[in-house]
């Protein structure tokens, strides 16, 4: 079987409506629609420390978040964009991965070898584009691998304040792209999950 985790890297601690959130639960209803089991955390509900280790001492909640990562065949990514950027929690985020750089599995491959990323980024500007290249570069770099098209987001108009969330329906070019997105992530996951890349 085949496992997702989708990090949810608003700003707002849960409850709190996140239009990060709703578009993480679109793309989980579609890798759902593929047999993938999905989870979707709120990383800033978790205490995620500063720092570059996978442990970064007592309260330090990330090995938790990190078991799930291991555990799961693909992240979904999900991230706002605030001033062109990701998200500060997601910054904190790809800074705790940096520690996967030396964890390697029982074959010497790095430890996220075989494991798929692929990215959800909401906001009312411009900035997805850019966003997903520094995110898949970080990502790859610890190993995991991107699908073919393998982000999907929405950007309001510049200028004015409607959020993802205040829509009343998914535009149709987002909610295909959610679908390319899961079904790409799904394929690619089975086809590493029965045969990962070479030691």
């Known amino acids: ?3 997702a985790v989708a990090l949810n890297c608003t700003l707002k601690a849960g409850p709190a409506p996140s239009s990060t959130a709703k578009i993480l639960t ?7 629609s593929h047999g993938v089991a999905t989870e979707i955390i709120r990383v800033v509900d978790y205490d995620v420390r500063p720092g570059v280790e996978k442990d970064m001492g007592e309260g330090d909640q990330w090995p938790v978040l990190r078991e799930k990562l291991l555990a799961a065949d693909i992240l979904v990514f999900g991230t706002p964009t605030w001033m062109g950027h990701l998200s500060s929690v997601a910054a904190r985020v790809l800074e705790r ?3 996967e750089l030396s964890e390697t ?3 010497n491959r790095p430890i996220l070898f075989g494991k798929v990323a692929v990215a959800a980024i ?3 500007e411009d900035g997805a584009h850019k966003i ?5 570069q970080a990502l790859n770099d610890v190993g995991y691998s991107i699908p073919a098209q393998g982000v999907t987001y929405w950007n309001g108009e510049a200028m004015h304040s409607t959020d993802y ?3 009343d329906d998914t535009p149709g ?3 295909a792209t959610n679908a390319t997105v899961a079904a790409n992530a799904a394929h690619l996951a089975r086809l590493l999950q029965a045969d990962n890349f070479p030691a």
């Open 132 to 136: 997903s290249a520094d995110l898949f």
């Open 97 to 99: 991965l940096d520690a």
């Open 122 to 124: 909401i906001g009312n």
């Open 173 to 175: 070019q987002t909610a």
């Open 1 to 3: 079987m085949v496992t």
């Open 165 to 167: 969330n205040d829509l």
């Open 26 to 32: 679109e793309v989980a209803a579609q890798l759902q």
């Open 105 to 107: 599995d029982d074959q």
